[in-house]
């Protein structure tokens, strides 16, 4: 019978072989599946991930920045730090992890600015800051004439030629690692750029570099933000009002998201 040769077979000599030849398959498959999991579980969890960006509000304390028409820098840099996190928690919840280098009027050395980035391993930076053509050119014409925001990222980082053998490795991780960044910098500015010129109706905003030592220092992408001239009247009442900082704040996190939404991590929750 079909049934008693089957069951023979299956229990004879034969099912020990293919035992024997499916279980390696089956184990292999399973094996398969479970590194599958992993890559997706760590592919959601990198989506899901916080994206931390850490907000450094110029100036503080006895460094007060520029200072015209009874404005300071250090004032409305620290205003729109606190407005940006505000915005930023409401907009992406637990999804960010929001980190001031000052919470109040004091001073922080520029380096341990930097630091702070740097042990947060914050995926971005931004410096906030207000040009100015010195105190002398206030009430000069041309000050008047000038206004706009500008950005300034790193320059390029540069690789050693006398390293010592030894740490040649390292050299060259730190190398690709800062340039790495600075690419994360540039697209950032370009996002920065626009929002600020569209949603904060800054007049233009030019994309800079320069070796400003907040920069320099830190070891993730890193961009300083000069968001107008207080040697401008009209920008000067701007930044230190309400609306300005608002829209400020709105601008700034606008271009954090769309980047963090460019790069696949789900961190708005609308
Ligand atoms: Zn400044």
Redo the contacts with the bound molecule.
Sequence with gaps: MQNSTFAQTAAGPCAGRCRSSVRPLWDASRRLMGILMCLITSQLVAAAATLTIVIDA??GGHDY??VVNGVS??DV?LSVAQRLRQELQQRCGGNVDVILTRERDEYVDLAERARIANNARADLMLSL????LGEAAHHTSSAQAIDGAVLFIAPPPRLISDIPPADVMQASATFNAMRGNRLTAIEMARLLSRHLVTTAARKSCEVRQDNLLVLTAARVPAI?I?MDYLTNDEQARWLAGDDGQRLLAKAISDAIIEHALNNGRKISLY
Excluded at 129 to 132: F, G, L, R, V
Aim: proline fraction near 0%; aromatic fraction near 0%.
């Design positions: 110029g100036h920045g520029a820098e250090k840099a800051h207000c040009n100015s300083l000069e």
